[in-house]
């Protein structure tokens, strides 16, 4: 079983702190790596993907892969409480299907 | 541009019951996947479609079967349903490729009693 593993939280950070997610898989070959962030009753929506070590930033989002650790991060600057969420890290280990995390909840608080 | 859409939204079904779920997508996608979420489990692969013609079970196809009907619409079939299939299925297209980033629908809650 290739696992993608992910504290479940709830993380709870201050508004405008900010808010570190990390992420672990198993399958070495993994290729490529994806946030997701789901809001409560709705689908997954992408936030970035990243499939070369090192960091790649998006506006507030940074993605950081580590793949000699196995470990990739989501870190989002001066959260705000919209960002309260699910984030979910997902692993594309070769071809078409990925593998998903179960998830950490996130709090902001204003 | 809809991107992914899924019906029925909502739908609540008997113990034996069958029903179709419907996806389609508009953003010329080769590649189309069939989830469910359960509380506590995460997103399963059910089945997924490469290309179009092409089927492939994902982790959890058992009491489920597909259909690429043309490259815009996949659907999943219950043709017994169970109470272990209560949760919400989600439709999701991609490209196909490396990066495969994948789109997803709005989802469908299924209670089956």
């Known amino acids: 079983q290739k696992e993608v593993e992910q504290n479940s939280g709830p993380l709870s950070v201050p508004e405008g702190a900010i808010a570190s997610l990390n992420c672990t898989y198993s399958?070495?070959?993994?290729?490529?790596f994806f946030w997701y962030r789901q809001y409560s009753g709705k689908s997954p929506e992408l936030i970035m993907f990243?499939?070369?070590?090192g960091d790649k930033e998006d506006g507030r989002f940074t993605a950081q892969l580590n793949k000699a650790s196995q470990y990739v991060s989501l870190l989002i600057r001066d959260s705000q409480p919209s960002d309260s969420a699910t984030y979910l890290c997902?692993?594309?280990?070769?071809?078409?299907?990925?593998?998903f995390g179960k998830g950490t909840s996130l709090l902001v608080t204003p | 541009n809809a991107g992914v859409t899924q019906t029925p939204k909502f739908q609540v079904l008997k113990t034996g019951q069958s029903m179709t779920l419907q996806c389609a997508q508009d953003?010329?996608?080769?590649?189309m996947y069939w989830y469910r979420q359960d509380p506590g489990m995460g997103l399963r692969l059910i089945y997924y479609?490469?290309?179009?013609?092409?089927?492939d079970k994902g982790e959890v196809p058992n009491g489920y079967n597909v259909s690429r009907l043309n490259k815009r619409e996949f659907s999943l079939r219950l043709e017994s349903a169970a109470p272990s299939q209560t949760s919400v299925y989600f439709c999701?297209?991609?490209?196909?490729?490396?990066?495969?980033?994948?789109?997803f629908g709005p989802g469908t809650r299924l209670t089956v009693l």
């Open positions: 953003m010329n996608h080769n590649s």
């Open positions: 399958d070495r070959g993994s290729q490529s």
């Open positions: 997902a692993v594309n280990p070769s071809g078409y299907a990925l593998n």
């Open positions: 990243i499939y070369s070590n």
């Open positions: 479609s490469a290309s179009e013609g092409t089927t």
């Open positions: 999701a297209s991609s490209v196909g490729g490396r990066t495969d980033t994948q789109y």
